[in-house]
């Protein structure tokens, strides 16, 4: 397994709710714990450990994971300005509309509120909303439609209102 592989894992079991899961195949071993007690639908990121160690032992069968999408996106204030910057709560393929004969949520120039869907993140077959947590103007799209996106990654940048 990969370490893009393991990274897309521990951010799918953060997203999940689960506190502790373990994986082991013939190839792998792979322990995630996560620390402290913070609620499963934090918009925060959630510290994990994982230990990975070849193993010898038969393969376990898993059971399938639920995911319950986060839906509002971390925000961060720009140093240089009073910018706001909108980033992705997930990794994922980045969709600036909900299907391609629809128009973009959001274009350079429009306003926001918070709870107005500004993207859509699809990550392992489900396709996520990410809500606005500010109010301002759009400024900036950073990221091009289609395009794969890692988790903290600038969406946007917004002039907060």
């Known amino acids: ?19 502790e899961v373990n994986i082991e195949t013939t190839d792998l071993k792979i322990k995630v714990k996560r620390y402290g007690s913070a609620p499963a639908a934090s918009p925060t990121s959630i510290p994990a450990a994982v230990t990975v160690a070849p193993t010898t032992a038969p393969p376990v069968p898993t059971t399938a994971v639920t995911h319950s999408a986060q839906t509002e996106p971390t925000t ?3 140093s240089s300005s009073n910018l706001i910057t909108i980033k992705s709560p997930m990794i994922g ?12 949520f959001v274009s350079i120039g429009d306003e926001i509120k918070p709870g ?10 489900l ?3 990410i809500e606005s947590e500010i109010s301002g103007k759009i400024v900036k799209v950073l990221v091009e439609n289609a395009t794969p996106v890692e988790f903290d990654q600038p969406l946007f940048i917004v002039e907060p209102a």
Do not use: H, W
Not at 1 to 19: C, N, P, V, W, Y
């Open 1 to 19: 397994m990969e370490t893009r592989e393991i990274q897309k894992l521990i951010d799918f079991i953060a997203q999940s709710g689960l506190d």
């Open 76 to 78: 961060s204030a720009d």
């Open 93 to 104: 393929t980045f969709y600036r509309a909900s299907s391609p004969d629809t128009p973009a």
């Open 116 to 125: 107005k869907v500004v993207c859509v993140v699809e990550a392992m077959k």
């Open 127 to 129: 396709f996520n909303e």
